[in-house]
């Protein structure tokens, strides 16, 4: 089969922002692999990016503009969008309207939404979901800076002698910049690398020092250190002195809440000795980079502990030289590309200040517009409370889905159900969110859209279209400028291409600058289609004086204050706001799995992705299961004072007592009640308005379900109704439901009939009742294809899942084979082979297990020569050490 050459474009999920090569065949199949040109990545990949090739179809895809869930053609739907919103501006004012948009977004679409709003609305209502993952980064960068600048870039991580990694599970949530610190670990063995984490996570297999620190307890900690390095004599003077302010404020206040080693490790409850392990080899490594991201960042403090940390690189003058720099990872493919137009509402575009008159003035003339908002808009908790308290009455919310990913969730969802006109453009149809749009529009997916993004080191790259525009999709800029030219701005909206976006954005990047904004990529306004389209990724800045781009900033002791030094900013620790009680007992924290993105709309798509962690869970320390009398793999409700959820236990004792963790991902399409946003409460960080994610209360208790199942089948939907508990999860081929039910049904053939819809009488339908176990099994064939099987049980013990949809891919079942399906037992020569673990190569723990001791490996490297697992991608080497640590 031949097929098409790739097309270099950059994957769609993390921050790093990979460069893939995407090939589409002559069959319409894709394969991705990593760019070896690009520098992130370099050729690496992990498992999200390697799948990508599953996620590109569109079974679930929005394809047409709706209004009130009918199809409308697109004037129909743009006409309709512009004149509403003309006429609530006229009635109620700008501040009526509000976007609420996301680091999923392309910057080209992103520039023109935030223009329309701050530059044409005239309100600074457009916010972004990027507010919930690393606006108290930014907010830090900016109180220390003067900018939001990250003065560093990925090469560091290999210069530097030791890494500090602080909220951030790296192994899963950036998982190529994982396998660049495991790489830099084995060409230098004395890179020392550093865990601060409540949980022990994946990361913590690189780690050399894992400081299982007290919830919340992030900037106490950097306090000690900085009270530490003035003790020690580690001040950089020639720095400090030259190129900094306030230093003697900070080292007042770090004094003031831990003088000693001993203080500082008592408020963080860490051995004493591990906390003056991790100072003495900060203070005496001069090439230090600490890593950050939403373990810091989503907290009612966040700005504060990001500022801690920075106070400490300050004070050393690790700052701007290789190997060395406070780094915030980002978590979204683009939430640079949004902090340089100005997508949040405290922002104007290209790094300007909403609140400043002369950038304000600057931007209208740039912008030829004709008014201008001068106050920060609604950050995004305030955005959905606006539009509750009928402040907002319109919202358009472009490619993301708050309905599950905001604090709060059910009022969110309460909300938009009472806005006057909720307008959503997306490329999936039956997200939380879009279910609620009044209109509906659809935007391009990833392999469909052109454009730039920007990553975590602040590199630009495109992306680019591989795949024919399905349906009636449009670009989001498309769709913006559409929306723009139709409330009277044509004149400023005339862009036919990204790159006309790409250059104005450039352009303003540079306007009037003088040095004094860092942000400027002026070496890029004159781009020509074919250069945009063949552009290389670059670092910014990027101006006549850097034409092929800045890889670290700040070095010369410059920074972009007014007087042009960094400032320490005084930290006085707080406590998280949120603190347990006796009804709310457990610190809850949330975060991301190894192998789903966001709200699982893309990486539900792929059976392989779904395979590792399919269903929600709660994890929990032993000593704490025991006393809740949870068990691993039983339910449980997790239960705040805003909502509830039904997830399956993890014991282990990676969590600390008193502390449970509940992954971020699901959401009402793949689960009855995962929703963990719903629990979290509405406290923000009082500076970025990020909430905190990461600690609300919550209570445990037992699920008492009547009965437990599952479902496999090639069945798309079913009737759910008498299942209290239903995940679903895409397999290869079928869909597999988890199940559980509080009430007893006297006709189990029937409900299960009922279940799978299927009439009675159904023939091909094989069925057992075990009465005495009260076991019931059934399957249903088309021909010799087994189409569904489901099992019911009084427990959750119940027949392995990977054997029975191993079954799914035989053409013909024989009577053995049926037999030993509904028995529940592999037969002799079918494996069972267990949760999948490596999902490039579809390999199960159980396998892994069995290879472990039958063919006595010791290593990695081992395992992947036996059965190929952790060979491609190697997301899954964190997991393959943990197998090999338990036998
Ligand atoms: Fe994509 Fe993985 Fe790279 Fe992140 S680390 S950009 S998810 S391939």
């Known amino acids: 089969m031949s097929k098409t050459s790739p097309t270099l474009t950059t994957c769609p999920y993390c921050g790093v922002g990979c460069g893939v090569a995407a090939t589409l065949d002559e069959l319409g199949q894709v394969t991705v692999k990593g760019d070896k040109s690009h520098p992130a990545n370099e050729g690496r990949m992990c498992s999200k990016g390697t799948a990508l090739g599953d996620t590109v179809y569109l079974q679930e895809r929005l394809l047409y503009p709706e209004i009130a869930g009918e199809q409308v053609s697109w004037d129909q739907a743009l006409d309709t969008v512009a004149g509403e919103f003309g006429r609530i501006v006229r009635e109620h004012g700008p501040d009526a309207i509000a976007f609420y948009v996301s680091g999923q977004l392309l910057t080209e679409d992103y520039y023109v939404a935030n223009k329309l709003m701050k530059g044409f609305i005239g309100s600074g209502n457009i916010d972004t979901n990027s507010r919930l993952c690393m606006s108290s980064a930014v907010a830090a960068y900016k109180r220390a800076f003067g900018e939001d600048i990250v003065p560093c870039c990925y090469d560091d991580l290999e210069r530097a002698k030791m890494i500090v990694l602080t909220g951030s599970n ?3 949530c950036h998982p190529v910049l994982y396998q660049r610190i495991v790489k830099a670990r084995k060409c230098n063995p004395d890179l020392f690398v550093v865990l601060i984490d409540p949980r022990r996570t994946q990361t913590a297999n690189v780690a050399d020092l894992h400081l299982g620190i007290k919830p919340g307890r992030d900037a106490v900690l950097f306090n000690g250190l900085l009270n530490y390095l003035d003790e020690a004599g580690e001040n950089n003077e020639i720095f400090s002195s030259n190129f900094t302010t306030g230093m003697e404020e900070a080292l007042a206040a770090a004094k003031d809440s831990a003088p000693s080693i001993k203080a500082a490790a008592k408020s963080c409850q860490l051995p004493v000795e591990d906390v003056h392990e991790f100072y003495r080899m900060f203070a005496r490594t001069e090439r230090v980079v600490t890593v950050f991201s939403q373990g810091t960042n989503q907290s009612s403090s966040g700005v504060d502990k990001a500022n801690s940390l920075i106070n400490c690189h300050l004070f050393t003058g690790r700052i701007g030289r290789p190997g060395m720099g406070p780094f915030s990872l980002t978590g979204q493919p683009n939430a640079m590309g949004g902090r ?3 997508g949040l509402a405290n922002q104007l575009a ?3 200040e909403l609140e400043n008159p002369e950038h304000t003035d600057r931007v209208q003339r740039f912008w030829d517009s004709p008014v201008i908002a001068r106050k920060s808009g609604a950050k995004a908790v305030d955005l959905f409370r606006n539009i509750a308290d009928g402040k907002i009455k319109a919202v358009w919310i472009m490619a ?7 604090p709060e969730a059910d009022k969110v969802r309460a909300a938009l159900e009472q806005c006057e006109l909720v307008v959503v453009s997306d490329c999936v149809r039956e997200t939380d969110t879009v279910k609620l749009g009044h209109v509906r529009l659809p935007a391009l997916a990833w392999g469909e859209q052109d454009g730039t993004v920007t990553n975590s080191e602040r590199c630009i790259s495109r992306q680019r279209a591989f795949l024919p525009v399905p349906g009636q999709a449009r670009s989001d800029w498309w769709i913006i400028t559409e929306v723009a030219k139709r409330m009277g701005f044509a004149d400023h909206f005339d862009f036919n291409d990204p790159v006309d976006i790409f250059r104005e954005h450039a352009a303003l990047s540079g306007f009037e600058n003088n040095g004094q904004r860092a942000f400027n990529i002026s070496g890029l306004e004159t781009l020509s289609y074919d250069e945009y389209d063949t552009l290389k990724p670059v670092r910014w800045p990027v101006t006549a004086a850097a034409p092929n781009g800045t890889d670290r900033l700040y070095g010369n002791g410059k920074f972009s204050t007014a007087d042009g030094k960094a400032r320490f ?3 006085t620790p707080r406590n998280p706001v949120s603190q347990p009680t006796s009804e709310y007992p457990y610190v809850l924290n949330t975060g991301r799995v190894r192998d789903h993105w966001h709200t699982i709309t893309r990486t539900g798509m792929s059976p392989r992705l779904s395979s590792h962690t399919f269903e929600p869970y709660v994890e929990i320390h032993p000593e704490d299961a025991a006393r809740e009398e949870v068990v691993d793999g039983g339910l449980a409700c997790v239960e705040s004072a805003h909502g509830h959820v039904f997830v399956r236990v993890r014991v282990s004792d990676s969590q600390q007592t008193g502390s449970l963790f509940v992954p971020m991902h699901w959401s009402g399409q793949f689960s009855s009640q995962g929703r963990i946003g719903a629990l979290i409460k ?21 699920c008492k379900a009547n009965w437990h199942g599952f479902i496999l ?9 008498y299942s209290t508990y239903w995940v679903r999860s895409r397999g290869k081929g079928l869909w597999r439901y988890e199940i559980a039910g509080l009430e007893q049904p006297e006709d189990w053939a029937a409900r299960a009939r009922s279940l799978l819809g ?6 091909d339908w094989a069925e057992f009742f075990d009465t005495s176990q009260n076991h019931y099994r059934a399957a249903q064939f088309k021909g010799s294809r087994l189409e569904s099987c489901i099992f019911i049980g009084p427990t959750e013990m119940l027949p392995p899942r990977d054997w029975l949809i191993s079954l799914f891919q035989e053409d013909k079942l024989d009577r053995k084979a049926r037999a030993s399906l509904l028995s529940g037992t592999p037969l002799i020569d079918q494996e069972d082979t267990g949760r999948i673990v490596c999902a490039c190569f579809n390999v199960g723990e159980k396998t892994i297990s069995r290879s472990i001791h039958e063919q006595k490996l010791k290593t990695p490297e081992d395992i992947g020569a036996c059965l190929q697992a952790g060979t491609n991608c190697g997301s899954c080497i964190p997991e393959l050490r943990e197998l090999l640590a338990a036998r």
Do not use: F, Y
């Open 170 to 172: 790296t192994a899963w």
């Open 340 to 342: 340089e137009v100005g």
């Open 350 to 352: 290209a790094h300007m």
């Open 400 to 406: 993301t889905n708050p309905v599950v990913s905001l």
């Open 569 to 571: 900013i005084p930290i």
């Open 682 to 702: 509405s406290v923000v960080d009082p500076v970025s308005g990020q909430p905190e994610s990461k600690h609300s209360t919550a209570k445990i208790s037992k």
């Open 713 to 721: 089948s090639r069945r798309s939907s079913l009737d759910l109704q």
């Open 758 to 763: 299927l009439p009675n009488g159904q023939t």
